[in-house]
């Protein structure tokens, strides 16, 4: 039987499926999150749901957290009622979230002060791979505390790359996700113009699938962006989040990343027209022409 007692903070589409997968396999557990209502099920499942981060860190020994961005990090880390304000002295805890490097230096300072060590362990993959187990982990920190949570990546993820020091793990992430987004906003852009230019959709459409840039990420939201179907998988304004944290943390290294700014924008832009709430392939939606009134577009 597993005993490492483990908390959980954050249980939005991906954290909600990693608790799932914890459960599963027998860890015991605490979970927080700044909606009670969206823990309700793992309550009646008889988890316990602690009140504040602080309260649910209690006791134990790998501390995981998987928020929105730096500011709702920095509001489930810090303060009086913040977990590590509660964290046992020697436990492991452990970043998931995409955030900036700059905040990932300040919080492992931070937990460093409370006596627990961080690993920043982001993640690649969807909800529905957060719900299989098939997440990849991509960790920065010690070879001692990865050991130490090893077990518990293993049921929620098919691999483990421990990349170096603090930081490695967000910094390859946000890497990760800038490539991921100049693809996503560069599909929107060669849908929009197959759609708009009289073309058999279907077929333009195979030709890009189906050859040079058929990544298997064009692949499925070409599908997702011609349904169209946003139900979602990686919100919208998420991987706007994440372009701007890779344009900040690509200057500090030197970098100018112009194909990131283009396709920040095309984000920024989805976000404003109020697509912010839905799968990221809604990105293509302002690019398109008005729907009528039975809910499609002109374009075919």
Not at 4 to 22: D, K, N, P, S, Y
Request: net charge neutral.
């Amino acid at each position: 039987m597993l005993t490492t007692r483990i908390a959980f903070l954050g249980l939005g589409i991906m954290g909600g499926g990693m608790v799932r997968r914890l459960r599963g396999a027998g860890f015991p557990l605490a979970v927080y999150n700044r909606s009670r209502q969206r823990a309700a099920d793992l309550e009646a499942s008889g988890i316990h749901v602690a009140d504040s981060p602080r309260a649910a860190v209690a006791g134990a020994e790998i501390v995981f957290s998987m928020v929105a961005d730096d500011a709702a990090s920095r509001a489930i880390w810090s303060g009086a009622e913040g977990a590590l304000a509660g964290v046992d002295p020697g436990a492991v805890v452990v970043e998931c979230s995409t955030l900036s490097v700059a905040w990932v230096y300040e919080l492992a300072l931070a937990a460093a002060a409370a006596g627990a060590e961080l690993l920043d362990a982001p993640v690649t993959g969807s909800k529905v791979a957060a719900a299989a187990g098939e997440l990849n982990f991509l960790v920065g920190g010690k070879d001692t505390a990865l050991a130490r949570i090893r077990p518990a990546l293993a049921v929620m993820g098919r691999s483990v790359t421990h990349l170096g020091p603090t930081g490695s793990g967000a910094r390859v992430k946000l890497i990760n996700n800038f490539v991921c987004g100049v693809q996503v906003a560069t599909l929107a852009e060669a849908l929009a113009w197959i759609e708009s230019s009289g073309l058999d959709r279907t077929k333009a459409l195979a030709v890009l699938t189906e050859g040079a840039p058929g990544s298997p990420l064009v692949k499925v939201l070409a599908k997702r962006m011609t349904a169209p179907d946003y139900d979602p998988n990686f919100l919208l304004r998420l991987m706007a989040k994440d372009l701007a944290y890779a344009l900040g943390e690509a200057g500090a290294h030197g970098q100018t990343l112009l194909t990131a700014t283009a396709a920040l924008a095309r984000f920024q832009t989805a976000v404003a027209a109020g697509y912010g709430e839905q799968d990221m392939s809604a990105v293509i939606e302002p690019l398109r022409p008005p729907r009528s009134p039975s809910g499609h577009s002109s374009a075919g």
